[in-house]
C-alpha cells in the first residue's frame, strides 16, 4: 500500500516513494521507503519488515545478490509463505535504482531490468506510470516528483510528503 519510482535521465537518477504508513485501517505518516547504499539505492514495498532488510545491505552487492539476500533474510524469519513448489514467495518489491540501471525484483525474487529509464513499485504504481509517461521531456527529479506526487494526491493508498534522492555514481549489476 504505497509507491515507490525510479527515474533515469541524462545520467541522472532519481528514486523517490510515498511516507505513508498504515497499520489496519489507521494512516500514519514515517519515512522514505527506500535505503541509499554506496552507489545504488533500493526502495520496498508489501510491508516495512523490508526496510530492515535494505538497511542491512552492503555497497557493491550485484543486483542478483541482493535478490538472494532477500531471499534467504525472510526465509530465516518465516516471512512470506511457500508456493505449491515449496518455493518462498514474498509479499512485496524491491526496486534497485542507479545511474546505471533500473532493476525490479518480484515477489519470487525474480529479477528483471527495466529498459524504458523509470519503474514503479506498489499499489500506486499504475497511477506513477501514467504520470511519468505524461513527462516524458522533464529531467529525472520532476519526473519522480510527478508520479509520486500524482500517488499522494490521487490514489486512497498513498500518502503522506514526498521523500526524494538523487542517487551517485557507482555501478550495481
Excluded at 508456493?83 to 518462498?88: F, K, Q
Excluded at 501514467?130 to 498513498?158: E, F, N, S, T
Aim: with cysteine; net charge negative; proline share 3%.
Amino acid at each position: 500500500m504505497s509507491v515507490v519510482v525510479g527515474v533515469i535521465r541524462d545520467g541522472v537518477a532519481v528514486i523517490a516513494s510515498d511516507t505513508a504508513r498504515f497499520v489496519g485501517n489507521v494512516r500514519t505518516v514515517g519515512g522514505a521507503k527506500y535505503h541509499i547504499v554506496g552507489s545504488y539505492a533500493v526502495g520496498y514495498t508489501g510491508t516495512m519488515k523490508w526496510g530492515e532488510f535494505v538497511r542491512s545491505l552492503d555497497d557493491g552487492l550485484a543486483v542478483e545478490q541482493i535478490a538472494e539476500s532477500w531471499h534467504m533474510w525472510a526465509a530465516e524469519r518465516s516471512h512470506g509463505k511457500q508456493d505449491a513448489d515449496g518455493d518462498h514467495c514474498l509479499s512485496g518489491e524491491l526496486l534497485v535504482v542507479s545511474p546505471h540501471g533500473l532493476w525490479r525484483i518480484g515477489p519470487d525474487c525474480g529479477v528483471a531490468r527495466v529498459l524504458d529509464g523509470y519503474a514503479a513499485i506498489g499499489s500506486g504504481a499504475p497511477t506513477a506510470y501514467g504520470a511519468m509517461c505524461a513527462a516524458p521531456a522533464l529531467p529525472a527529479w520532476d519526473v519522480a516528483q510527478k508520479a509520486i506526487g500524482a500517488c499522494v494526491r490521487h490514489h486512497v493508498w498513498c500518502g503522506g510528503e514526498m521523500a526524494l534522492a538523487t542517487i551517485g555514481g557507482g555501478e550495481v549489476g
